[in-house]
């Protein structure tokens, strides 16, 4: 049986500050590296992965060496769908500043403020079409493994969408996907019971 299993990367630089990061590239914080080497002695205590892919930024590629090097896999495969939405012109904009430059083209839950479709940014609905030529790919290349995906927190959020056939808009409002949070993904855990790592967010 073929098992998909999903996290998230490390805190990296523009998460300590409170920056929407999107597709800028900065490097894990001092948070990020203890939380990578956290899951991936979780990890290797519940699971060995036969193949890990990340997306190309800094903040996936290197939480997903820490991991891969912790299951003895010698690199990690780039998968460029699995990189970041394009925030468009919210890259690089603080978290406060959400409310006031998208007005009421936003989603608000407990967790996360999510703006739907500033200028230049790709829309829920892009990413659930890349969702799907993500997970096209890995189940029609594995039958069976266990398959690690490093990625980021909106494309991470529409792929469990889709594997659950969950209504993006559902999604967001129901999962919270923190630094380093695993996901399972399989037929045989519900929706509600996908997430099985929640990692501690460190304060230093």
């Known amino acids: 049986m073929l098992n998909i299993y999903l996290t998230r990367h490390g805190q990296d630089l523009d998460n300590f500050h409170g920056i929407l990061n999107g597709r800028r590239d900065k490097p894990l914080s001092y948070i990020g590296r203890r939380q990578a080497k956290e899951a991936a002695t979780k990890l290797k205590n519940l699971v060995k992965f036969d193949f890990i892919y990340t997306s190309p930024l800094k903040r996936a590629y290197k939480t997903a060496k820490i991991i891969s090097k912790n299951q003895g896999i010698s690199t990690p495969i780039v998968m460029q769908n699995l990189i970041e939405r394009d925030f468009g012109k919210m890259t690089g904009k603080s978290l406060g500043e959400i409310e006031v430059l998208c007005k009421l083209h936003i989603i608000k839950t407990n967790t996360c403020t999510y703006f739907l479709n500033p200028a230049g940014a790709e829309t829920f609905p892009q990413l659930v079409v890349r969702a799907k030529k993500v997970l096209s790919f890995i189940q029609k290349n594995y039958k069976d493994g266990n398959i690690l995906l490093v990625t980021h927190g909106d494309i991470g959020k529409m792929i469990y969408a889709v594997f659950y056939?969950?209504?993006?808009?559902?999604?967001?409002?129901?999962?919270?996907?923190?630094?380093t949070d695993l996901l399972s993904l399989s037929v045989r855990t519900k929706p509600d019971k996908a997430k099985v790592i929640e990692t501690v967010q460190f304060n230093f």
């Open 165 to 179: 056939k969950i209504e993006w808009k559902k999604a967001l409002k129901s999962l919270s996907f923190g630094n």
